[in-house]
């Protein structure tokens, strides 16, 4: 999926590698990302903007890293897959620990990771104190990605698009239910 028509292009970070992007209320959509001699990434804001937000770094990788992200995760990261890098907050917006990250649009191809203490790792179950992880080696295209408590119990859902070779970047907050 492209955009046809986007609100703002051409826009650059200042030389502190801050972004700040002016959109009105109620935008849902996503922010196309592009650094030299890193891959591309789409951020979608989720859940549709109503205030001001500050987002967390978003952590920019080089094709090189996500191999080794792949590698920690014990799988080959293939090029016509994507990933998806995620941060699990709690209802005040705050980062969640202890959150799973799933997706019925896994396969067995798919790898979940957690970073524990900002390092990748595959042998975690759930996240850390910075509520950091994602999954390699989606299949391109509109996924579903929902966190879910140690009991089972869904927290929260995400729904976005990724494309293939690429990093697909969101947060996953409480469902309003």
Not at 20 to 36: A, K, M, R, W
């Amino acid at each position: 999926m492209d955009c046809a028509d986007p609100l703002l292009s051409g826009l650059f970070s200042g030389d502190d590698g801050k972004l700040s992007v002016h959109i009105g209320n109620g935008f849902d959509g996503y922010v196309e990302l592009t650094l030299p001699g890193a891959m591309p990434g789409l951020y979608f804001f989720d859940p549709a903007l109503t205030k001001d937000r500050d987002i967390l770094a978003i952590p920019i990788v080089t094709q090189d890293t996500l191999v080794r992200f792949a590698q920690l995760a014990g799988v080959d990261a293939a090029p016509d897959r994507s990933a998806v890098f995620l941060g699990a907050h709690d209802c005040l917006d705050e980062p969640a620990a202890g959150i799973r990250f799933v997706s019925t649009d896994a396969d067995d191809a798919t790898a979940t990771f957690y970073l524990i203490q900002k390092i990748p790792s595959a042998s975690a179950t759930a996240t850390d104190s910075e509520g950091r992880g994602g999954l390699i080696n989606l299949r391109a295209g509109s996924i579903t990605v929902s966190g879910q408590l140690a009991t089972g119990e869904t927290v929260g859902t995400v729904s976005l698009f990724t494309r293939e070779n690429q990093v697909t970047y969101a947060s996953l907050v409480p469902s309003l239910e």
